[in-house]
């Protein structure tokens, strides 16, 4: 029998669901085995529901985390009558106790053991059989991903034929706005005219600048905006054309251009609602998020200036993004806030610190080849 060929995985319910997967993922083992603590109820529950969701059937079964020989005991039963190499133990997840007491009986009976390798991406071998390592072909869609963190997926965005239509305009913004002053006002009259919510939105430039002429042209023959020269004033003729300019221009950017990468999946504007919240479930908006690898990536786009974090109180976008990834996406995330104006050097340095890649500026146009270089790095 071919090790990847188990027809029962046993896997330790932890508060990292994505070391637990991959393996029955990548194999599809026609039953797993959870070992479930009772402060894993909440998480085995959501992994016994995905991997039903791919037709695995799911067997749960009580342990002590903390006694390593009532473990033992449960797997030794489990064990029983099974036929030799037909249950493979999973030992990535759960406490170092229970893993031990794991590894006892499936050692003491010549049951396979696997590892998950996250550094080097494999599942490594731990039954002393000298099988090599396998690459851990497994992937997860954005959905799944999330759900498996407790997020449900409310609604979610992918192309549409307006976003489609106007990819050169937003390919030009994304090339000639981080390098203008023109984006400082656009933001403002924008974000104004969203705030008051009556169309069409009447703004006057003023101060005016002419090199703001060629993107009020621009965005005039795109039917974006209507612009009186004599009296300066630029008009939102509807809610859609603001919101657009206000930012959304960044998020379309974005998305076309990991859409182009060779990734798994991809969507935006994905509003999620955080599992046993209550009536009235906690809910959070992502811009751009995809999934590679059984990776996650989150995507914070931003075109108001991101100065010092003196200006932040409550809400700094580095601090928001590396909270919020270190929750939906746990250890296998990675946060990347994509800037259309440059980051101040305070929170260059914090982003740096927390390990988020960061895009701003006038690296713009390099979108692509800066997350291609992230995604070979990883």
């Not at 991959?22 to 083992?29: G, Q």
């Not at 998305?255 to 919240?277: I, K, Q, T």
Request: with cysteine; net charge positive; proline share 5%.
């Amino acid at each position: 029998m071919h090790r990847n060929k188990n027809t029962a995985h046993l896997i330790l319910i932890s508060g990292q669901p994505i070391p637990n997967l991959i393996p029955a993922i990548a194999w599809h083992p026609d039953v797993v085995h959870l070992l479930v603590s009772a402060k894993m109820e909440r998480q085995a529950a959501r992994i016994a529901q995905f991997l039903e969701s791919r037709g695995i059937e799911c067997r749960k079964h009580q342990i002590d985390a903390y006694d390593m020989r009532q473990v033992e005991a449960v797997c030794t039963k489990l064990l029983e009558g099974a036929a030799h190499g037909a249950v493979i133990l999973n030992a990535t997840g759960g406490t170092k106790v229970a893993a031990f007491g794991a590894f006892a009986a499936f050692r003491e009976r010549g049951f396979p053991i696997v590892y998950f390798d996250p550094e080097k991406w494999r599942i490594t071998w731990l039954d002393g059989s000298g099988t090599p390592p396998v690459a851990a072909a497994a992937e997860l869609s954005v959905r799944e991903y999330l759900a498996a963190h407790g997020l449900n997926v409310i609604e979610d965005a992918g192309s549409d034929e307006a976003v489609t239509k106007r990819l050169a305009l937003t390919a030009w913004l994304a090339k000639e706005l981080p390098q203008s002053g023109f984006i400082r006002v656009l933001n403002k009259l924008a974000t104004e005219a969203q705030q008051t919510g009556i169309y069409p939105a009447h703004k006057i430039i003023k101060p005016f600048d002419p090199s703001f002429t060629p993107f009020l042209k621009k965005l005039e023959s795109e039917k974006l905006i209507s612009w009186d020269s004599r009296s300066r004033t630029l008009t939102f003729p509807d809610a859609a054309a603001a919101r657009y300019l206000g930012g959304f221009w960044l998020e379309e950017y974005v998305f076309d251009v990991v859409s182009s990468l060779d990734v798994h999946d991809v969507r935006r504007n994905v509003r999620v609602a955080w599992d046993g919240s209550g009536t009235k479930p906690v809910t959070n908006e992502f811009d751009v998020v995809f999934t590679d690898k059984c990776r996650l990536y989150m995507i914070s786009c931003k075109t108001s200036k991101l100065g010092s974090e003196s200006h932040y109180k409550d809400k700094n976008p580095v601090y928001e993004l590396d909270s919020l990834k270190d929750a939906a996406a746990g250890l296998f995330g990675q946060g990347i806030l994509v800037s259309a104006t440059p980051l101040g050097v305070e929170l260059q340095k914090r982003a740096d610190t927390l390990k988020l890649l960061t895009i701003s500026g006038r690296d713009l146009p390099w979108l692509k080849t800066k997350l291609q270089a992230a995604l070979n790095f990883r």
